[in-house]
């Protein structure tokens, strides 16, 4: 049986305090955009925009970038990643990005992803938003945004279900069988 | 499920086709970028294996490794020399001894990528084989297509020209029809295989009447070489017959776009004010080309031996 870690009501919850801290620590929204990796990221990145949208009365860039291409383990996958949509629709060169995804584990993707904006220009700051950190880092990477930290073993998978995807809205934790 | 190899579009489904097309435009966006290259294949290895002369088709494979950061040779073989079976054999396995992860194969014999795939650890593309198939092509060609005209199913898409000799024309059938495409084939009697018309596609010998309402004009390049041997009375003549002009255009839907997979002989099976005009896409099938067989060997890379 998959345990329920958070509900909608606390995955509300930790979006709200999130985007507080985010207008906190960059002083105001100046400069600042959301970038969601794909796919879990990027819902998350719209539902902060819109709740810092509330808070500070006004617009805020979205994008959503795919990593796929830019992967460390393409030669031991099962199969090849899907290539999803990058989209990131503004000069990222001297913007604060914030990354955004739904699990922070090894580390792998942000690092990815890293790469990958970084392609796109020269972005004055990167900093990391995620729902859950579920530990097990392989890199040296740390989230400046953390909805709850959850500790795991390495045999458990963690799951962000999302409306946005026809789910009802939950974070699970399961048992690898 | 793709296999190591990317042999023809006979062997592969419409999903395959499908997972593809998808992949290459995820790979246009980069094209379409100041950095125009990712590290997606570091440290991979592609030999350009031609045994029949290639500017374009060579360079566009070229072109896709390096910007998927694959290091790429070309292995060129004098077009003149018999190459024996057993010799084939020897030059592909010393390719792949070279540490190849690609081997991109143009061949005059048909099937010869097909041997060579049963033989070697590396993927084979087949890049051209004989009048049989020429993959990539057809996929460019369908990516141009789904992109300038939303989808493939349903649409009226003339070929015209050397059907028989053409694999452009024959890897274009078969992705067109699993696309779910209505193909008309128009060219002389001489050039359009009679077991044509037991696949399910029209046969036309005039323009006039091939052309009527179509949604693509897919012009072939007609083979200099097959002239003097009986297809064609001459170039002029078969100009005069099924050259597009201006005229015969006109006779296709108003938004028609026209195709060409060059290199193109203006004048002779095109008019040049088509080839630069508003409804030709050929510049784009280059480009896309570069974006779809950057995503076949993307896809190809992460199949398990």
Redesign the interface.
Same mark, same amino acid.
Do not use: N
């Given at each position: 049986m998959p345990k329920e870690l958070l509900n909608k009501k606390d995955i509300d919850r930790a979006l709200t305090r999130m985007a507080h801290e985010i207008i906190e620590k960059n002083k105001g929204i100046e400069r600042v955009c959301l970038v969601g990796i794909q796919r879990g990221g990027v819902h998350l990145a719209k539902r902060l925009a819109s709740n810092i949208r509330g808070i500070e009365k006004r617009e805020m860039p979205v994008g959503s970038l795919d990593i796929a291409f830019y992967r460390d383990d393409l030669s031991i996958r099962k199969e090849q990643a899907l290539v999803r949509k990058t989209d990131v629709p503004f000069e990222v060169t001297d913007l604060k990005i914030i990354l955004v995804d739904d699990v922070l584990f090894t580390g792998r993707s942000i690092r990815a992803a890293m790469d990958a904006l970084m392609d796109l220009g020269r972005p004055a700051t990167i900093q990391l938003a995620v729902l859950i950190d579920r530990g097990h880092r392989e890199l040296p990477i740390k989230a400046d945004f953390v909805g709850k930290n959850i500790p795991t073993s390495m045999s458990e998978n963690v799951e962000v279900q999302l409306e946005e995807d026809g789910l009802e809205d939950r974070v699970i934790l399961e048992k690898i069988v | 499920m793709l296999q190591k190899d990317l042999l023809g579009i006979k062997e592969i489904s419409v999903e395959d086709i499908t997972l593809i097309l998808?992949?290459a435009?995820?790979?246009k966006? /980069?094209l379409g970028?100041?950095?125009k290259k /990712?590290?997606? !294949?570091r440290g991979k290895t592609a030999v350009n294996l031609f045994f029949e002369p290639s500017t374009r088709t060579r360079t566009s494979f070229e072109l896709a490794a390096i910007r998927l950061s694959t290091d790429v040779i070309n292995f060129s073989v004098p077009t003149s020399s018999v190459v024996k079976g057993e010799s084939l054999i020897d030059t592909a396995l010393t390719v792949q001894a070279l540490g190849a992860d690609f081997i991109i194969l143009r061949h005059p014999s048909a099937g010869v990528p097909h041997l060579l795939a049963r033989k070697l650890r590396a993927s084979v593309i087949n890049a051209g084989d004989g009048a049989n198939e020429h993959p990539t092509q057809a996929l460019l060609d369908a990516f141009t297509i789904q992109e300038k005209k939303g989808g493939i199913e349903g649409l009226d898409i003339a070929i015209v020209g050397d059907i028989m000799h053409s694999r452009v024309a024959k890897s274009n059938i078969y992705s067109l029809t699993k696309l779910g495409a209505k193909i008309r084939l128009i060219g002389p009697p001489t050039l359009i295989p009679e077991e044509m018309k037991e696949i399910g596609v029209g046969v036309f010998h005039t323009m006039e009447k091939g052309l009527k309402d179509v949604d693509v004009v897919m012009m072939l390049r007609i083979q200099m070489e097959r002239q003097g041997k009986g297809f064609f009375p001459s170039t002029e003549e078969y100009s005069k017959n099924w050259g597009l002009t201006p005229e015969r255009l006109s006779l296709a839907k108003d938004d028609a776009i026209v195709m060409h997979p060059g290199p193109m002989n203006r004048g002779i099976e095109i008019a040049s004010e088509i080839a630069d005009g508003p409804q030709s896409v050929i510049l784009e099938q280059v480009t896309n080309g570069l974006a779809v067989r950057m995503?076949v060997m993307? !896809?190809l890379?992460?199949?398990?031996r």
């Open positions: - | 998808e992949t435009a995820g790979f966006d /980069v970028r100041d950095i /990712v590290p997606t !294949l995503a993307y !896809l890379a992460g199949v398990k």
